[in-house]
């Protein structure tokens, strides 16, 4: 784990995590259910595959999310969150329940 003294604030620590594009988009789905790749592909269809798996992997370095391969063909690769991901919920949530107020306050 990252020392204390290697971020400037509190915040630092967060986005050392879940900062990029489209970590919270996929954790916000995965918070919902266990999904496969091309599942996450179509509920996400702005990101690139080749973003998508990037970040999926730093996820995954990161432990946040947990990746499950199976070994059927064609393969079959599920992702998930972990323990240690479940502590960034609140934070999921919150940017949820910010981004629908907007929307709906501001959907005239």
Excluded: W
């Excluded at 919270?24 to 266990?34: A, E, G, V």
């Excluded at 973003?51 to 599920?78: C, S």
């Excluded at 981004?99 to 306050?105: A, T, V």
């Amino acid at each position: 784990m990252t020392q204390e003294k290697n971020f400037s604030c509190p915040l630092d620590v967060v986005l050392k995590f879940i900062g990029g594009k489209y970590k919270p988009i996929i954790l916000y789905h995965l918070f919902q259910k266990t999904l496969r790749f091309s599942h996450l592909q179509k509920l996400i269809p702005q990101v690139t595959q080749k973003v998508l798996t990037q970040q999926l992997r730093e996820l995954e370095a990161d432990g946040i999310i947990h990746r499950e391969v199976y070994p059927v063909v064609p393969p079959k690769t599920e992702y998930s969150i972990t323990e240690f991901g479940k502590n960034f919920y609140p934070i999921i949530s919150a940017m949820s329940d910010f981004g629908k107020d907007f929307l709906k306050n501001n959907s005239k």
